[in-house]
């Protein structure tokens, strides 16, 4: 039987994948790569097989896992990650054969969640991720279940070992489930005080690894840990800035998106996500520099339709200009600009994007109010915002952002 490395060392993985057409398995299996590297797995070697359709018992043929496992051998690999969803028989029985461990791609993903989550909310999404997925995979697995865990796919903030019964994870799910109602009901008090407040939100939303955290970084100085790897934030982060119109607005970074997301996980990360849907505006952050920009940002238009944020302004924030080798193709408008976020290129305009796209709400105006109105000033500083104050021989002189439901009243008053 195989051993398991502690979580500090390495592990060398081979990466199998079975393309039957449903995607690009050269493409996938690349970003499959990326995401064994950020689970802290060397990878060295992968097999693509060309099937017509998955093999029931094994997902790939058994001649090729025969072949699968002389490479194993030979390159000292103690770890094979499928790049689809296996089902708990298979697992046994790929096993059986390789005689090393077996994950797949949403185990892998959910290992990697594991290792980024900070915060009590994370935390408690990622297990019941991991729980609801080990459900229905805990026949057919035998005792695969009961090896204690231990390297890429067995940690997390659940169980420190696998051997547990449905009666148990089904307790868990729902302690998990009602522990996560309670944080989204604060959540969502927190969202409804902002909207009575009349503070605007921006979500920053996109593919993984395009620099949302990096330009969450430049734009507030929000400290927000940015590394050259898939998922290297999870917790969600929230700062406000300044925009040229004097408006205020809140930027919050969510979760980064990836192809064929595990279901189960857009399930329990949907509190988070849901934080595009009842936004003013959504900063959709691509990288310009990759060949793949336009399929990764497809992921992401898909994603968002699913939570219901058409009819939210979307900007096409195109990062990482200092990078890319051809911009001349790339065009810019309102809701299209480019930028570098490690370098703070493009910002002054990206900003008045933002301004351009939002709803409303308030109006910077100069006005000269009589001294028999001040109480008018009262109101305007209490709804919106005073810049400079200056009393002259006819009234008060003042440069403001004004309210939008006190716009009507302040024209009388304007100040060219």
Do not use: W
Request: hydrophobic residues 40%; aromatic residues 4%.
């Amino acid at each position: 039987m195989y051993e398991n490395k502690t979580d500090d060392l390495p592990v060398k993985a081979v990466l199998a994948c079975v393309d039957v057409g449903e995607f690009d398995a050269e493409t996938s299996i690349a970003e499959l790569a990326e995401l064994a590297k950020t689970a802290n797995a060397e990878v060295v070697g992968e097999i693509i097989q060309k099937k017509s359709s998955y093999d029931p018992a094994t997902c790939m043929g058994a001649g090729r896992l025969e072949e699968l496992k002389d490479q194993l051998s030979a390159l000292e690999a103690e770890l094979v990650i499928f790049d689809h969803e296996l089902t708990g028989i298979q697992v046994r029985n790929i096993e059986n054969i390789l005689d090393v461990r077996v994950i797949d791609r949403t185990t892998l993903i959910l290992d990697i969640f594991a290792q980024r989550a900070r915060t009590k909310e994370g935390k408690l999404q990622v297990e019941l991720a991991q729980q609801k997925y080990r459900l229905p995979r805990l026949t057919g697995m035998g005792t695969s279940l009961s090896r204690l865990g231990g390297g890429i796919g067995t940690r997390g903030p659940g169980e420190t070992k696998l051997e547990t019964d449905k009666r148990h994870i089904r307790r868990r799910i729902e302690y998990l489930e009602d522990s996560l109602k309670e944080l989204e009901k604060h959540r969502n008090f927190t969202r409804s005080r902002r909207k009575k407040d009349g503070v605007l939100c921006a979500a920053i939303v996109g593919y993984t690894n395009v620099g949302k955290s990096t330009l969450m970084n430049a734009l507030t100085d929000a400290g927000v840990l940015a590394e050259n790897k898939l998922f290297a934030t999870l917790d969600i982060t929230s700062r406000s800035i300044e925009l040229p119109d004097g408006r205020s607005i809140m930027l919050i970074d969510t979760v980064g998106l990836i192809r064929r997301l595990p279901h189960n996980l857009v399930e329990a990360f949907k509190s988070t996500l849901e934080e595009a849907a009842v936004s003013d505006i959504i900063l959709n952050v691509q990288d310009i520099s990759s060949p793949e920009r336009e399929e990764q940002a497809e992921v992401t238009e898909k994603l968002l339709s699913e939570l219901g944020c058409d009819g939210i302004p979307v900007i096409n924030v195109m990062n990482k200009a200092d990078a890319a080798l051809n911009l001349d193709t790339v065009f810019e408008d309102d809701k299209n600009v480019i930028i570098s976020a490690r370098h703070h290129d493009g910002f002054d305009r990206l900003l008045q994007c933002i301004m351009k796209n939002l709803p409303e709400t308030a109006k910077r105006m100069k006005l000269l109010i009589p001294y028999d109105k001040t109480a008018f000033i009262n109101s305007i500083r209490s709804e919106g915002k005073i810049f400079s104050e200056e009393y002259t021989e006819c009234g008060t002189l003042i440069d403001a952002l004004v309210d939008i439901k006190l716009v009507k009243e302040a024209l009388k008053y304007t100040k060219s």
